[in-house]
């Protein structure tokens, strides 16, 4: 394949295909292994060179079949793979615990214009009650214009930025609501500004009720260009 190398490894068909695969292909028991598997592989052979990861289950009939694919979409393989090279993904997500992000809200506000002294204990509880309606109906702006800040300053640090679709809550996580999950491809030698720029960014707003995690470095999943069927 000229200057661009296939790593394949052989299957049993029948594995992936037939009236038994959806189901074999949703069992965490059967998915998982092979799953792990891919991803080793992956893994290993992006410690040495840049790598076009391609999804679980792309399945050749035979290594013409894998060499049509490579020839028709050999120009988009090697510009990609010029593209990576010397470059991570890692992913970054926020997450917001929305009544600790809400109480906060309301303790900056009673800090910034406490009740008069003379004010009722009625009075002042109207006034909070106010405070927590008023704090509700702006988080939201809030947590977006803080995705925005934290969004253009990654892709200062970045040479490429994607935003993934957010996933649900699982069960034992921690950290809240997601409310973004994004990831960048950036260059080997700036990777720690991004640690720096996400641990700034998380420090700042933990205490808003907003926490940041990032991970990686990973295979260059979210970049890769689709190349079609097999």
């Not at 999804?55 to 990609?80: D, P, Y």
């Not at 793979?81 to 470059?87: P, S």
């Not at 809200?105 to 002042?124: E, I, L």
């Not at 509700?136 to 969004?151: P, V």
């Amino acid at each position: 394949m000229g200057d661009v190398v296939a790593v394949v490894s052989e299957t049993s068909l029948e594995d992936f295909t037939g009236p038994e695969a959806e189901a074999r292909t949703k069992s965490i028991e059967w998915l998982g292994p092979r799953a792990l598997r891919h991803e080793q592989v992956i893994e290993r052979v992006a410690a040495s060179s840049p790598v076009l990861p391609v999804r679980l289950g792309t399945l050749f009939s035979s290594e013409e079949s894998l060499g049509r694919l490579v020839a028709r979409n050999h120009e988009t393989i090697v510009a990609f793979l010029d593209r990576v090279a010397g470059q991570e993904e890692w992913a970054v997500k926020g997450y917001v615990q929305r009544e600790l992000a809400i109480d906060a809200r309301v303790k900056a506000t009673m800090a910034s214009s406490p009740s008069a002294p003379s004010a009722s204990q009625g009075m002042r509880y109207m006034q909070q009650k106010r405070m927590i309606a008023q704090a509700e109906a702006s988080l939201q702006a809030w947590l977006q214009e803080t995705a925005n800040r934290l969004w253009s300053e990654l892709k200062a640090v970045s040479s490429s930025a994607v935003e993934r679709s957010i996933l649900p809550n699982s069960e034992g996580q921690p950290f809240g609501e997601m409310i973004f999950n994004w990831a960048v491809l950036v260059p080997a030698a700036d990777v720690p500004r991004l640690h720096a720029l996400v641990a700034r960014f998380d420090e700042e707003l933990r205490p808003a009720g907003v926490t940041l995690r990032e991970s990686g470095a990973w295979p260059p999943y979210s970049f890769a260009p689709p190349l079609g069927e097999p």
